[in-house]
């Protein structure tokens, strides 16, 4: 059994979460629970592989295009989601956000625009302003606890759109879309001839028996598999962000060419980064057992911030997610608006945790980083305590 218990101290490595609190939220001296990567350690496997590489010594030029690589991403698929992923579908990309980029001007080249459902990674609404995309977003709502969609509205903005872009699972709520969503997607897509692109970096935080469906097998099913593409990585599942690297999944292969041909003669990024290669092959072939205890061991979190909360502060309602390792908290009982509740918590209870704002949730919400050791969760949930009191 891996001690997920261990604190280990990350103040000092450059860390977005730790050593720069301050860019965000205006002062340093924060318990941070806010950006998606953890206070874990790599798998211990995947560490020993990547010190001998290290003590190798030479970091040249790495390529990727290789049966050791992209069969790792097969395995991983078959095993995970009994989906079947060709080889032939993968192509390398320095990041998710990158190639996301890169398939939206290739989907919607005349910037029709983007549906997409919200709350939604804010990472999204950077890139589609920045790249001048028209935004078509549907509001996800909660009724008696369940999620819903208005399946009009969004079959409306759908039809308006070049590509929908989708979350599976979605971030930051942790809604785990179900094979009849997913079906309707493609669908609604497929009728008004609209291309999608499903970013997957959350899909192997999925609790209990359940899983993701990769969009790749309903699509398959539904006969648009030419007009998929799912992007992702090892990097949220094995807390290797710092290392680079992520890959593509695109059934057509023509717009996989082209993408490779942008990658590599246009931007000049084909060169792979050596230690994700590794990490990526080590993860996916290896690295499975330490995932499932990994995966309890935040589902343990996420109930203790369940039981913490109906105790002491009954007024943030709060469902375990059934995907991703945020708690999403409902904090509009409070009576406080999100600057007024971000004022509290990082004034007076010295807590850094993202608001539901940038992920355009108007309501008062947090999104509640628990991918950290069991007494971080429980400290920050007391700092939540203090700042209220
Ligand atoms: C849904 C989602 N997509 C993409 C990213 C960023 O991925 P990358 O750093 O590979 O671009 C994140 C990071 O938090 C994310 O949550």
Redesign the pocket.
Known sequence: MTDFNNIINRTGTYSTQWDFIQDRFGRGDLLPFT???MDIAMPPIMQEAIISRVQHGIFGYTRWNHDDYKGSIVHWYKDSYQANIQESWISYTP????A?TRFLDLLDPNHKGVSLITPC?D??MKILKANKFPLFPIAQSIIEKEYRVDWNKLEDAISQSGAFLL?NPN?PNGYLWTREDLEKIVKTCKKHGVAIIS?D??MDYVYGTKSIIPITTVAEELDYLDKVVIIS?A??TFNI?GLGG?YVLCPNQKINDTFQFILKEKDSLSSAMALNVLATIVGYTECKPWLEELKAYFYNNLSFVDSYLKTNLPEIKFTIPESTYFAWLDCSGLGLSSEQFQDKLVNKGKVAIMGGTPYQEPKTFLRYNVACPLSKVKEGLERIYLSLK
């Open positions: 950006i998606s990567d990041n998710v956000i990158y996301l990674y990472g999204f979350c971030n970013d970096i959350h990585s990097s949220k962000s992520a």
